[in-house]
């Protein structure tokens, strides 16, 4: 099969194999040219580890520690008509890395949110290591289905009050337009806390705890995004950032039922980075091509696997850890610091259609978004014919 980027809207559809693999790679090539992480303990759980900063703190966990992964996402396999999505190429590539290099990897591909895939992960982690010391969250899904009840949330990206009218960027179309957002209604909030709070990381870290693989001192963290004023509207205080919210409230709930275990409970706060879930996002792909520009001209700019080995080396494992003022783990302040949005607010008021390629950094984005579906990296032959058949173990 000869695979081209299939885009669609905010997604591409397609994905290939021999680029996520390429990528993956660039990702582990980037940790093992860092110091040695020999804090990060031996046996991580990695929820939402195919792709984004899930992906990268596998491989810094695997690569930067020595670590054994054991990791769940939520991928679509191939077939000999369509390619698998890219989640499941870039758990592919880390599986054979990882098994080269003589590192434990364990996938499991299914919905995190159900009581299955928690029970399959408990037996596994009983089967192959008994307990971990570190559980990362980051899923980012548009939807969940209660456990219990079985009724399908769906999480909603609208502004809370009055509608929002700005600017935005049609990734597919190449086009900046005015938007106008309607608020979101009490349900569609509560729907998205439902999805994106912090509900799912509670019952998770509660499975691991009355089952007993959750070891002494282990740490957990889920990831948030906070921005500042440009983001405010359509994130921090949005139906994203009401769930976001949520998840500060569960990690303060977490510390305090499991004194037993003395967990420590983070939630950290990342820099906007492109991703699968962030394209998603209104507004995010224009705020995001303008930071990309002001941040790498200032040469902080930094993408998911140098955030997560920082926020894993600086932050998680040190004593030295910068908090917020709600005690988050803070990564972003290289983003959201008065000058650099300064810089980035500036050229928010200036954008247009005509002047967007001068002011953003559209080919940073675009190249980046591209990669994510492993398309547009160096070396990697797109009119060679290959086999989307990919499988792991
Ligand atoms: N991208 C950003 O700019 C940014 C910034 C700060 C924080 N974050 C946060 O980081 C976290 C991860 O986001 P990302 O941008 O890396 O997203 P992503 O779309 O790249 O990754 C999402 C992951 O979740 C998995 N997943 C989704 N639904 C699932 C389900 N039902 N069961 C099992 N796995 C499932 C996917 O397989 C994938 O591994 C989110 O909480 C997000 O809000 C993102």
Same mark, same amino acid.
């Given at each position: ?167 935005t960027y049609h990734t597919d179309k190449?086009q900046?337009t ?20 912090? /509900? %799912?990381?509670? !019952?998770?870290? *509660? ?9 002494? =001192?282990?740490? &957990?963290? #889920? ?95 040190? /004593? %030295?850890?910068? !908090?917020?003022? *709600? ?9 959201? =610091?008065?000058? &650099?949005? #300064? ?51």
């Amino acid at each position: 099969m000869i695979i081209q980027p299939k885009i669609r809207g905010f997604i591409c559809t397609n994905a290939h194999p021999v680029g996520c693999a390429a990528h993956v790679q660039q990702q582990i090539d980037f940790i093992k040219q860092q110091p040695k992480l020999t804090q990060v303990p031996q046996r991580v759980l990695v929820i939402g580890c195919s792709t984004g900063y899930g992906l990268a703190s596998r491989i810094a966990a695997a690569y930067g520690a020595g670590a054994k992964t054991l990791g769940v996402c939520f991928e679509k396999e191939p077939s000999e008509k369509r390619t698998a999505t890219a989640g499941w190429y870039n758990t592919a590539a880390f599986h054979q890395a990882a098994k080269a290099d003589g590192l434990y990897a364990h996938t499991i591909n299914g919905d995190a949110f159900s009581n299955e895939i928690k029970a399959q992960v408990i037996e596994q982690i009983k089967q192959d290591f008994g307990q971990v010391d570190l559980v990362i969250y980051s899923l980012a899904s548009p939807k969940r289905k209660d456990p219990v009840t079985g009724e399908v949330y769906s999480s909603t990206l609208k502004p809370i009050g009055d509608s929002y009218t700005t600017k935005t960027y049609h990734t597919d179309k190449d086009q900046v337009t005015e938007i106008t957002l309607d608020p979101a209604t009490d349900d569609e909030i509560a729907q998205t806390i439902k999805v994106m709070g912090g /509900e %799912d990381w509670e !019952l998770w870290l *509660a499975a691991l705890h009355d089952a007993g693989v959750l070891a002494p =001192n282990a740490k &957990t963290t #889920a990831y948030t995004y906070i921005g500042k004023k440009l983001t405010w509207p359509i994130y921090g205080q949005a139906t994203i950032g009401k769930a976001k919210e949520d998840l500060d409230r569960a990690a303060a709930a977490m510390r305090t039922r499991y004194t037993d275990l003395n967990l420590e409970a983070y939630v950290s706060s990342l820099k906007a980075l492109v991703t699968q879930a962030s394209s998603a996002i209104p507004v995010m792909p224009l705020y995001i091509s303008l930071i990309y520009g002001v941040m790498k001209q200032e040469g902080t700019h930094e993408g998911c696997i140098e955030q997560i080995y920082r926020l894993f080396n600086e932050a998680l494992y040190s /004593e %030295d850890r910068l !908090l917020d003022e *709600a005690g988050r783990l803070f990564m972003n302040g290289w983003e959201t =610091n008065d000058a &650099t949005q #300064a810089k980035v607010e500036a050229l928010w008021h200036q954008v247009n259609q005509e002047n967007f390629h001068q002011l953003a950094d559209y080919a940073g984005y675009h190249s980046d978004f591209l990669k994510l579906f492993g398309f547009g990296i160096d070396g990697v032959d797109y009119d060679a014919d290959v086999d989307p058949m990919v499988g792991f173990d």
